[in-house]
Nanobody
Framework: QVQLVESGGGLVQAGGSLRLSCAASGRTFSSYAMGWFRQAPGKEREFVAAIAWSGGSTYYKDSVKGRFTISRDNAKNTVYLQMNSLKPEDTAVYYC??????????????????WGQGTQVTVSS
């Protein structure tokens, strides 16, 4: 089992920044690819960003490329999502996820082995 706890969400004006953190406990954190999904009201869940267990490979949804950066610190069992130049359309509940598949396979799916409880991000115009 892997337990994931997100933090860092909140309300920010358009153009602002937030950094989400996800602290993991349980089984070996460094064995898992880590990612962030989001779900806005009335919309399907989206795979936003992911990072391989080594940190050597990353994936980003097209609409966040150049604005969001995913990183991980395996010594601290934590993954981060730095979000800059936020837009109102980024408003959603953001979920941290962990998965045992290699990154290139995982990003083709909209699911994960383990999930956090979610943190709300609201971007006002």
């Amino acid at each position: 089992q892997v337990q994931l706890v997100e933090s860092g969400g909140g309300l920010v004006q358009a153009g602002g920044s937030l950094r989400l953190s996800c602290a993991a406990s349980g089984r070996t954190f460094s064995s898992y690819a880590m990612g962030w999904f989001r779900q806005a009201p009335g919309k399907e869940r989206e795979f936003v960003a992911a990072i391989a267990w080594s940190g050597g490979s990353t994936y980003y949804k097209d609409s966040v490329k150049g604005r969001f950066t995913i990183s991980r610190d395996n010594a601290k069992n934590t993954v981060y999502l730095q979000m800059n130049s936020l837009k109102p359309e980024d408003t959603a509940v953001y979920y941290c996820a962990a998965d045992s598949r290699i990154l290139g396979i995982w990003v083709s799916y909209n699911n994960a082995d383990y999930w956090g409880q979610g943190t709300q991000v609201t971007v006002s115009s």
